[in-house]
């Protein structure tokens, strides 16, 4: 009798320590595929935008947010990746902040444009939801470079009816206060407001997904 009721209360505490890995495992995903600016290059993780989003989330939404920055990431290396990655978390939603280290590298933007439609398709095909973010260059490069550069956002956005953040940095590039030494990566004090950039878009697409 006693191995009996030993074995009921094996069972139910199996049972019972299995419901929250069942709850996370079903919870819809977010996954960023970024590079340095979402990776939290020069600051600690816990104080990156995307870890704010973490924060901001909880309790509000069942959202579980999947950081798969990686600092120095091109659209290339976002697209050799992207594979591996929607099939391990299965995201509802996929947003891409990549491009900005393609125009730092003078990368030609016809590929450029096409590794970012592929992104976009494999994540849609996957059954996820593109929000796609917006970069700038600085003006050095030349403007035809440099406009083409930011219109490809654009232009995507529209072809494929994607929700857009215009621009991640806005409000924050042009704040030296906001921009570490080397005048390319925001502080920790900007990740706030970086996220609110994100925030905007991102908000009325969880809303209509709960």
Known sequence: MSHLLSARVLVFWFLLLSIPLQVVAEAPRILVLGDSLSAAYGIEVRQGWVSL???RLAGKYPHVVINASV???????GLARL????????PS??????GGNDGLRGYPLNVMQQQMTEIIEKS??????????????????GPRYTNRFHDIYKELAEKFE????????EGVATEAAL??????????EAQE?????VWSVLQPLLESES
Do not use: C
């Not at 600092?71 to 290396?77: I, P």
């Not at 939801?129 to 050095?140: A, K, S």
């Open 53 to 55: 989003l973490e924060q």
């Open 71 to 77: 600092s120095g990431e091109t659209t290339g290396g």
């Open 83 to 90: 594979p591996a990655l929607l099939q391990q978390h299965q």
């Open 93 to 98: 939603v996929v947003i891409v902040e990549l």
């Open 124 to 141: 849609r095909a996957a059954g996820a939801t593109v929000v796609l973010v917006g970069m700038q260059i600085p003006p050095n490069y």
């Open 162 to 169: 994607l929700p857009l953040v215009q621009f991640l940095l």
């Open 179 to 188: 921009m570490q030494r080397d005048g390319i990566h925001p502080t920790a």
């Open 193 to 197: 407001k970086i996220l609110d950039n």
